[in-house]
């Protein structure tokens, strides 16, 4: 037991000892000498810097060469209905201000045989509409009310001087989707 550990006591002490000592440095000293005394050449002066012009890729807003073209094709107008036009002269119910988008049906109701939808607003409060009553911004009208949705029908400007009718439901949501 006491050879292995005495066998790498040496050999540590060995090499450590071959590392220390009065060795002297005159041939590394020399060289650096020598090193020091060679003539010292001239660094060329640093180039002028040449400003970055940024490049300006005006092809953006045309056709891509990689992109097969997109047929135009002519788009039917709607013509308005001289008829329809909404009634400008009314008073605005309350849930006018808001945009359809915004509202979402969450129940119903039934009171003396007139089904109630109970809308709810962006603002989070429940509001209750029957047939005939009005909400959105487009001049939308209460058509029908079911257990599940509502039918309106909104009044659009057809893009001319005429207006176009335009169904849209709202249908109850559950407050998860």
């Known amino acids: 037991m006491k050879t292995k550990t005495l066998i790498?006591?040496?050999?540590?002490?060995l090499l450590v000892a071959g590392c220390g000592g009065n060795a002297s440095y005159e041939d590394i000293d020399a060289y650096m000498a020598e090193v020091?005394?060679?003539?010292?050449?001239?660094?060329?002066?640093?180039p002028p810097?040449?400003?970055?012009k940024a490049f300006n890729y005006s092809a953006s807003g045309l056709r891509s060469p990689?992109?097969?073209p997109v047929e135009a094709k002519q788009v039917a107008r709607l013509s308005g209905n001289t008829a329809v036009k909404p009634d400008f002269n009314r008073k605005q119910e309350f849930l006018e201000q808001f945009s359809l988008d915004s509202l979402r049906m969450v129940g119903s109701l039934e009171l003396d045989g007139v089904r109630w939808a109970l809308i709810k607003d962006s603002e989070n409060s429940v509001h209750r509409v029957r047939r005939g009553n009005f909400?959105?911004?487009?001049?939308?009208?209460v058509v029908e009310s079911t257990e599940t949705s509502v039918?309106?029908?909104?009044?659009?400007?057809?893009g001319g001087d005429g207006w176009i009718e335009r169904p849209r439901t709202l249908e109850i949501k559950t407050s998860d989707g």
């Open 8 to 13: 790498p006591v040496l050999m540590t002490s």
């Open 66 to 68: 990689f992109i097969k």
């Open 49 to 52: 810097f040449k400003a970055y």
């Open 135 to 141: 909400l959105g911004r487009n001049h939308g009208r």
């Open 151 to 158: 039918l309106i029908i909104e009044i659009v400007s057809d």
């Open 36 to 46: 020091k005394s060679r003539p010292v050449p001239q660094i060329p002066p640093i």
